[in-house]
């Protein structure tokens, strides 16, 4: 069983900054997973907003490329994001997402992200 603690988040105003963090209490095969972020928007599907994968390699889609940047503590089983220049689409509950190279892909419990225009 694998519990992602998550915190941060919060209302900013547009173009502020937000730090989430996503540590890994138990169960814990954090060094040797793929982690990240995923969002969801009201009225949306869940989206990838930013990866990073065992051996650092990253990944984030157009819409936050540059202003988002996902990094990982492995010593912590701690992943973070970094959130620069938010917009008021960036409002969604934002989620860590842990995925072991082999068994389910885990997920953390949701934060609410606010950007106010």
């Known amino acids: 069983q694998v519990q992602l603690v998550q915190s941060g988040g919060g209302l900013v105003q547009a173009g502020g900054s937000l730090r989430l963090s996503c540590t890994a209490i138990s169960g814990n095969r954090f060094s040797s997973s793929d982690v990240g972020w995923y969002r969801q928007g009201p009225g949306k599907e869940r989206e990838s907003v930013a990866q990073i994968t065992i051996g650092g390699r990253t990944d984030y889609p157009a819409s936050v490329e540059g202003r988002f940047t996902v990094s990982r503590d492995n010593a912590k089983s701690t992943v973070y994001l970094q959130m620069d220049s938010l917009k008021p689409e960036d409002t969604a509950i934002y989620y860590c997402?842990?995925?072991?190279?082999?068994?389910?892909?885990?997920w953390g419990q949701g934060t609410q992200v606010t950007v106010s225009s």
């Open positions: 997402s842990m995925l072991p190279q082999f068994g389910r892909r885990w």
